[in-house]
Nanobody, 123 residues
Framework: QVQLVESGGGLVQAGGSLRLSCAASGRTFSRYGMGWFRQAQGKEREFVAV????????YYADSLKGRFTISRDNAKNTLYLQMNSLKPEDTAVYYC????????????????WGQGTQVTVSS
């Protein structure tokens, strides 16, 4: 079992930055693939970024590549999402998730989810 808790969300002006964190509990964190997903009001949850258990393989949604950076610190059992040049359309609840696979861009393969953290970008 893996428990995940997101933090770092908040209100920021367009063009600003935020760094989200996801603290994981459990002895096997380093062997899970991890991902970030987001869901805006009235829209479906969508893929943001994923990172393999080793941290060496990363994938991003095409629209976010260059602005967002995913990373993990296995020694601290923590996943991060650095978000730069934020836009109003980035406003959403951001969720971290864990998969037993090495990594996956398919959110249906993630079995452990955090409660989400709200990110609001004002214009």
């Amino acid at each position: 079992q893996v428990q995940l808790v997101e933090s770092g969300g908040g209100l920021v002006q367009a063009g600003g930055s935020l760094r989200l964190s996801c603290a994981a509990s459990g002895r096997t964190f380093s062997r899970y693939g991890m991902g970030w997903f987001r869901q805006a009001q009235g829209k479906e949850r969508e893929f943001v970024a994923v990172i393999a258990w080793s941290g060496l393989t990363k994938y991003y949604a095409d629209s976010l590549k260059g602005r967002f950076t995913i990373s993990r610190d296995n020694a601290k059992n923590t996943l991060y999402l650095q978000m730069n040049s934020l836009k109003p359309e980035d406003t959403a609840v951001y969720y971290c998730a864990a998969t037993v696979h090495t990594y996956s861009r398919n959110m249906r393969e993630y079995t452990y989810w955090g409660q989400g953290t709200q990110v609001t970008v004002s214009s």
